[in-house]
């Protein structure tokens, strides 16, 4: 590697700090991560869609469903108001 991937991961860092997003655990900010890079495609997204994404696969269900239930009771997801559980999007942010 020419250029240290410690740059990048700084860089990051200083870009959640922005956005307050360092509060959050790794997993809940890759969680916000999948559902945005999904929104591009459709606008609610499944959790299925959230457990297959590279950024998430490795972490067991419940963790998932624990960081999900942290986003929506910190009000940066939403459910989707045609089913009780299991599809998502983004709060609309101000």
Same mark, same amino acid.
């Given at each position: 590697?020419? /250029?240290?991937?410690y740059k990048v991961r700084l860089l990051l860092h200083e870009l959640e700090k922005q956005m307050d997003l360092t509060r959050l655990s790794y997993l809940e900010r890759d969680i916000l991560y &999948?559902? !945005?890079s &999904?929104? #591009?495609k459709k %606008? @609610? &997204?499944a959790s %299925? /869609?959230? *457990?297959?994404?590279e950024l998430t696969q490795r972490a067991s269900r419940p963790t998932v469903y624990?960081?999900? !239930? !942290?986003?929506? #009771? !910190?009000?940066? @997801? @939403?459910k989707a108001s *045609?089913? /009780?559980r299991g599809f998502f999007h983004l709060a609309q942010q101000d």
């Open positions: 590697m020419t /250029d240290p991937a &999948v559902i !945005n &999904v929104s #591009e %606008q @609610i &997204v %299925q /869609d959230i *457990f297959n994404h624990r960081a999900l !239930n !942290n986003l929506l #009771e !910190n009000k940066y @997801i @939403i *045609f089913a /009780d």
